[in-house]
């Protein structure tokens, strides 16, 4: 399992693990990447600033193919990972969960994908997804039961977003989720993302 993350991320990994842990009995290894430019590395195109004045890059292709031409090989060379006897899934949580939502539609690299509190409400995703079919045969969506409530315009898009984008792939047959939690989009990440890796590891596809 592939997971970017911010600092915010590392303090709470270990959290994290422990919860995936007690929700099942099937082994894995959790690799975190950490992200130094959040709003470049894992944006799919440019796109302006939404909160604050700093804009969103277009990185995220040069993010996946890091993933895919340095880490991967880098954890087959260690024994980390064996393509032939293990699942690849990618997950992430805010604008990390849309970078691993767009992965799907992009390779089929990864078997499942988890997309917690992903920022759908990204200008022109959900055209993106209408138009597009993800590779993925599984992807969890969650989002908190306050995010709609946003104050900003833009982020208060994001229920009938991502309600849109579970009916969506629900539609194109893929294996999918899309799970409530209370709260809102700071609640308990490392709850919300190990409920989705553990869902991704529970079901097999």
């Known amino acids: 399992m592939i997971q970017p993350v911010d600092e915010h991320d590392l303090e709470v990994l270990d959290r994290e693990v422990d919860i995936i842990q007690n929700l099942t009995e099937t082994p894995f290894c959790l690799v975190a990447l950490l992200i130094d430019d959040w709003q470049r590395e894992l944006s799919p195109w440019a796109a302006p600033a939404v909160f604050g004045k700093t804009p969103f890059g277009d990185g995220a292709s040069e993010t996946l193919a890091f993933i895919s031409a340095h880490l991967l090989p880098s954890l087959t060379s260690d024994g980390i990972y064996d393509a032939g006897q293990m699942r690849l899934l990618l997950g992430g ?113």
């Open 93 to 205: 949580y805010s604008l990390a969960g849309l970078f691993a939502l767009w992965t799907a539609y992009q390779t089929d690299l990864f078997d499942g994908i988890v997309a917690t509190s992903p920022s759908v409400w990204f200008p022109h995703w959900i055209d993106y997804a209408t138009d597009n079919r993800p590779h993925a045969h599984s992807i969890y969506l969650s989002l908190g039961d306050k995010e709609e409530k946003a104050r900003n315009p833009v982020m208060a898009q994001v229920g009938n977003a991502i309600r849109r984008q579970h009916a969506l792939l629900a539609g194109q047959k893929v294996n999918t989720m899309l799970e409530w939690n209370a709260g809102n989009h700071f609640v308990d990440s490392e709850k919300r993302m190990a409920k989705g890796f553990a869902w991704l590891l529970n079901n097999p596809k």
